[in-house]
T-cell receptor, first 114, second 112 residues
Framework: EPEVTQTPSHQVTQMGQEVILRCVPI?????FYWYRQILGQKVEFLVS????????KSEIFDDQFSVERPDGSNFTLKIRSTKLEDSAMYFC????????????FGSGTQLSVL | LAKTTQPISMDSYEGQEVNITCSHN???????ITWYQQFPSQGPRFIIQ???TKVTNEVASLFIPADRKSSTLSLPRVSLSDTAVYYC?????????????FGQGTELSVKP
C-alpha cells in the first residue's frame, strides 16, 4: 500500500527556534493535512491544503505556523518560533479528494521543544 | 459536528470477536461514520466507513442501525496485533474538507 513519509522521525529544538517538518504525500493525492497529538491527548486538526493554498485551519494554527508545497512532492510545516507547548507528535496526511474519502497518515515527527 | 461517545477501554483475548459501540445521537443527514485505528507512535489508519446498514471489508465490519444514532465496529478473531486505540468519527466529510475531529477513542487491549 502506498504511504505518506515524514522526516525527521524525531526533532529536538530549543524554544524560540524555527523548525520545518517535512512530508512526502502519496503521489496522486491532491489534499494534504497536518495534525498533531500532544502526549496522552487527542489527535488535533491543524490545517488542510489544496491547490497550493490553505483550505481550512484550526485555532491552533496561528501566525507562528505556515505550510508550503515547495515542489511537486514535498509538503512542509514550519513553526517560526517554537514554544514549549508545541512539543507533540505531528502527523502529515493526504487524501485523493475531500469527499468522504479516507485520509492516509504518516508515522509522524516527534517534536520536542526544550 | 456530531458528538461521539465510546468506551474508554476494552479488554479481549486472542481469537475472540470484539465489538466496539459508538453513540452519536445527533448525527446529521449528511454525516458518514468512519473508524480509524492508531498504534502507539503511529498515525491513525483508516479502517472502515459507512452511512447505513452494514459494511464489511477485509479488516472489519461496521453495523449501523436504521436510526443511525449508534454504530458498532466488529473485529473478527482479534490477535495481539489488534491492540490499539480505535476512533469513531462522525461528520459530513465532504464539507469538512478532511478536517477530522478525533475523540479519546477506545483503547483495546488483546491478551494471549
Amino acid at each position: 500500500e502506498p504511504e505518506v513519509t515524514q522526516t525527521p522521525s524525531h526533532q529536538v529544538t530549543q524554544m524560540g527556534q524555527e523548525v520545518i517538518l517535512r512530508c512526502v504525500p502519496i503521489s496522486n493525492h491532491l489534499y494534504f493535512y497536518w495534525y498533531r497529538q500532544i502526549l496522552g491527548q487527542k489527535v488535533e486538526f491543524l490545517v488542510s491544503f489544496y491547490n497550493n493554498e490553505i483550505s481550512e485551519k484550526s485555532e491552533i494554527f496561528d501566525d507562528q505556523f505556515s505550510v508550503e508545497r515547495p515542489d511537486g512532492s514535498n509538503f512542509t510545516l514550519k513553526i517560526r518560533s517554537t514554544k514549549l507547548e508545541d512539543s507533540a507528535m505531528y502527523f502529515c496526511a493526504s487524501s485523493e479528494g475531500s469527499t468522504n474519502e479516507k485520509l492516509f497518515f504518516g508515522s509522524g515527527t516527534q517534536l520536542s521543544v526544550l | 459536528l456530531a458528538k461521539t461517545t465510546q468506551p474508554i477501554s476494552m479488554d479481549s483475548y486472542e481469537g475472540q470477536e470484539v465489538n466496539i459501540t459508538c453513540s452519536h445521537n445527533n448525527i446529521a443527514t449528511n454525516d458518514y461514520i468512519t473508524w480509524y485505528q492508531q498504534f502507539p507512535s503511529q498515525g491513525p489508519r483508516f479502517i472502515i466507513q459507512g452511512y447505513k446498514t452494514k459494511v464489511t471489508n477485509e479488516v472489519a465490519s461496521l453495523f449501523i442501525p436504521a436510526d443511525r444514532k449508534s454504530s458498532t465496529l466488529s473485529l473478527p478473531r482479534v490477535s495481539l496485533s489488534d491492540t490499539a486505540v480505535y476512533y469513531c468519527l462522525v461528520g459530513d466529510f465532504y464539507n469538512q474538507g478532511g478536517k477530522l475531529i478525533f475523540g479519546q477513542g477506545t483503547e483495546l487491549s488483546v491478551k494471549p
